[in-house]
T-cell receptor, first 112, second 113 residues
């Protein structure tokens, strides 16, 4: 079974731009969560989608948004990028009722 | 905020058991203890979880004290590939909360030859 796939692996943007990151969960998994990891703040929960509905949200500004499609694939979008948005963005999937999360390798975003 | 306290770093000799402690003195009766690890440049990997009984799987053992205020993750025969940051997390089990984990700073385990 293929694992969680995140694309792209690396991304460079400039301040003020927007970015869209993609996540393909493990086949059959209905829950997709997103996390931001920075050296200063560590791993922080962004949001979770289950069956195309957001069911949990972390403490991030509205510039961070996401969505989930009917095939459970998910995208997250960050608008009006700031230097502080430079981070590793991780996606995790689960069955939605299982307690195990399976993480992808992440997208490393650099904002210049 | 994370509800767990872990040492910042630990060393372990290759082939020896690695014992990683975690304090969770404010744990509630319906909260489980989870362990994940993150090897450099990869996403976190689930290791094990438990409520109050000791648990063992192919990766590790989890020992939870009787009062549930602390636990220890045991890697029985550490290898160099076990070098990683280990996160201890407590959370309520439930279908509406499965995707949300609150990570602390974790313990950096360095396995040395």
């Amino acid at each position: 079974k293929a694992g969680v796939t995140q694309t792209p692996r690396y991304l460079i943007k400039t301040r003020g731009q927007q970015v869209t990151l993609s996540c393909s969960p493990i086949s059959g998994h209905r829950s997709v969560s997103w996390y931001q990891q920075t050296p200063g703040q560590g791993l922080q929960f962004l949001f979770e989608y289950f069956s195309e509905t957001q069911r949990n949200k972390g403490n991030f500004p509205g510039r961070f948004s996401g969505r989930q499609f009917s095939n459970s694939r998910s995208e997250m979008n960050v608008s009006t990028l700031e230097l502080g948005d430079s981070a590793l963005y991780l996606c995790a999937s689960s069955l939605g009722t299982s307690e195990k999360l399976f993480f992808g390798s992440g997208t490393q975003l650099s904002v210049l | 905020d994370a509800k767990t306290t872990q040492p910042t770093s630990m060393d372990c000799a290759e082939g020896r058991a690695a014992n990683l402690p975690c304090n969770h003195s404010t744990i509630s009766g319906n909260e489980y203890v989870y362990w994940y690890r993150q090897i450099h440049s990869q996403g976190p990997q689930y290791i094990i979880h438990g409520l109050k009984n000791n648990e063992t799987n192919e990766m590790a053992s989890l020992i939870i004290t009787e009062d549930r205020k602390s636990s220890t993750l045991i890697l029985p025969h550490a290898t160099l590939r076990d070098t990683a940051v280990y996160y201890c997390i407590v959370r309520v089990a439930g279908s509406s909360n499965t995707g949300k984990l609150i990570f602390g700073q974790g313990t950096t385990l360095q396995v040395k030859p």
